[in-house]
């Protein structure tokens, strides 16, 4: 099992930029690829960027493409999303998840466990 911690959710401008953490606690982080959602008020959580178990292979949102990057550290167990360009649209209570196996998957139900969400806003 894995517990999950996201930190780094704030107020920006549109056009500024943020980054998310996720601290992931157990020995065996390194089995579980992790993921980034999220969920605007009234809206149903969507997928935001996902990232193998490996760390060698990503997956993003086409809404991110270009603006947001997955990473993760192994070594510390932690999985990061920095967030450029950042739009009115973007804002959300952002999720970190994670699931057993290497695939970075795209459906939330893909997901076994999850934290409890950090949010970011962004101002026009």
């Known amino acids: 099992q894995v517990q999950l911690v996201e930190s780094g959710g704030g107020m920006v401008q549109a056009g500024g930029s943020l980054r998310l953490s996720c601290a992931a606690s157990?020995?065996?982080?390194?089995?579980?690829?992790m993921g980034w959602f999220r969920q605007a008020p009234g809206k149903e959580r969507e997928f935001v960027a996902a990232?193998?178990?490996?760390?060698?292979?990503?997956n993003n949102a086409e809404s991110v493409k270009g603006r947001f990057t997955i990473s993760r550290d192994n070594a510390k167990n932690t999985v990061s999303l920095q967030m450029n360009s950042l739009q009115p649209e973007d804002t959300a209570v952002y999720y970190c998840?994670?699931?057993?196996?290497?695939?970075?998957?795209?459906?939330?139900?893909?997901?076994?466990?999850w934290g409890q969400g950090t949010q970011v806003t962004v101002s026009s």
């Open positions: 998840a994670a699931r057993s196996g290497n695939s970075a998957a795209t459906g939330q139900y893909d997901y076994d466990y």
């Open positions: 157990g020995r065996t982080y390194r089995r579980y690829a």
């Open positions: 990232i193998s178990r490996t760390g060698l292979n990503t």
